[in-house]
């Protein structure tokens, strides 16, 4: 580790200090402390580390939301192994896929999950030891066994380039790649949107995208960062939504359309107030900003542009600042480009463009290239930058560096 490195278990050890008795995640009626997050990340930690998972070594996950999950992040990022999280609605060929592409030694399963799970083991002969949440499938260790199984949580000498995440992410010839995401790439996401959204310790993240998404994690871990908190929900319920927002003041959180609407829908039947929303960041239709910026005046809807093999956002605007558009100069050393022959743009904005435009982009939050594994993305990555799948048409995208 270099004398600058920072990591995610350099962030969990620094809010165990400075907000020892802070809220780091809420899940039901379970509260965790920064320091009892440091806590039980230590030892599952030991616990993996007895199992055999040694630094660079691949864990997944296929799990709903869960405690353990934000554990497992955590645990991992100690060690120096990768989490590789998985799609929990993936087909059984396609959990096939990701398994045996990332020849993971562990895997920790939802119940819902372990009978596919251990279909799996003869198709992927690096898998040594499965572990079940809950009531486990025969053949299983159970959570808690893998917790007492050890004692030394001793952290990894891990450098900040180093891979923390597998996601698996568009499709190029029909199967699904992962883009192997860093220290670095992520915590230099997570300073974005600290810069943007002044996030601070008394911010409150609802945490209801699932955190094998990359926008369920890179939220989490922003928040995290700046000492604040997740209200963490096994799936997207909009009434639940609601209630967390109202009963733990929530100030930020990531979605997907239909969620915002869902939620001011039942805001707008409970005569709800959500009035401690800052900062929301998505993708949805016009209407439904308008409809946000009615009910939540003081808040603010974030439109951005990225993708998994950025870490995230590569561009991020306030919506109602820039109409239509994800455009904003980036944070983070973050350069992009249009492909576009019409459109040209320098390295600190996006210029507007066709409908069949493309774009690459290149940051610190750039994937890296999984050892043994053709690049995340094939096809779509030159060097340092990552291109966008094209809009409004098909085909290879076209990548270029932009003129200087």
Request: glycine content about 8%; charged content about 15%.
């Amino acid at each position: 580790m270099a004398i600058r490195d920072f990591t995610l278990n350099t962030v969990i050890e620094r809010n165990a200090r400075l907000y020892a008795g802070r809220t780091a995640f809420v899940f039901e009626d379970q509260t965790v402390t920064h320091a009892q997050y440091l806590a039980r990340v230590q030892r599952l930690a030991a616990g993996l580390r007895a199992a055999g998972l040694a630094p660079g070594e691949r864990v997944a996950v296929i799990a709903q939301n869960r405690p353990e999950f934000l554990d497992l992040y955590g645990a991992a990022a100690r060690l120096g192994a990768i989490v590789v999280p998985v799609n929990w609605r993936l087909s059984a060929d396609e959990l096939a896929h990701v398994i045996t592409d990332t020849a993971p030694v562990l895997l920790l399963a939802d119940p819902a999950y372990q009978a596919a799970c251990a279909a799996l083991r003869a198709r992927c002969p690096s898998l040594k030891t499965c572990i079940g949440f809950d009531t486990t499938e025969s053949g299983f260790m159970t959570y808690d066994e893998l917790l007492r199984s050890g004692s030394d949580a001793r952290a990894a000498d891990v450098s900040a380039d180093a891979g923390t995440v597998i996601m698996h992410t568009a499709a190029v010839g029909g199967l699904p790649r992962g883009a192997l995401l860093s220290h670095n790439g992520l915590m230099a996401a997570g300073m974005q949107l600290i810069a943007h959204w002044r996030l601070g310790p008394d911010d409150v993240n609802l945490g209801m995208l699932p955190m094998f998404h990359v926008s369920g994690l890179g939220l989490f871990m922003a928040v995290l960062q700046a000492g604040g908190a997740t209200v963490l929900s096994a799936r997207f319920d909009p009434s639940a939504a609601v209630e967390q927002i109202q009963a733990h003041r929530v100030t930020v959180f990531a979605e997907f359309a239909p969620m915002l609407g869902q939620i001011l829908d039942q805001a707008a039947t409970r005569g709800a107030d959500l009035a401690s929303l800052r900062a929301v960041s998505g993708l949805d239709t016009p209407d439904t900003l308008a409809r946000f910026h009615a009910h939540c005046p003081q808040a603010d809807f974030w439109a951005g542009y990225g993708q998994t093999e950025v870490s995230g956002m590569a561009t991020l605007a306030p919506a109602r600042e820039r109409p239509g558009s994800a455009v904003a100069p980036p944070c983070c050393a973050r350069s992009v480009s249009s492909t576009t022959p019409t459109s040209r743009c320098r390295s600190a904005a996006l210029a507007k463009s066709s409908s069949a435009a493309r774009w690459c982009s290149r940051a610190t939050g750039s994937s890296r290239k999984i050892p043994g594994r053709p690049p995340a993305a094939a096809g779509t990555t030159r060097a340092t930058w990552v291109a966008s799948m094209p809009t409004g048409t098909s085909g290879t995208p076209a990548v270029r560096r932009p003129r200087n």
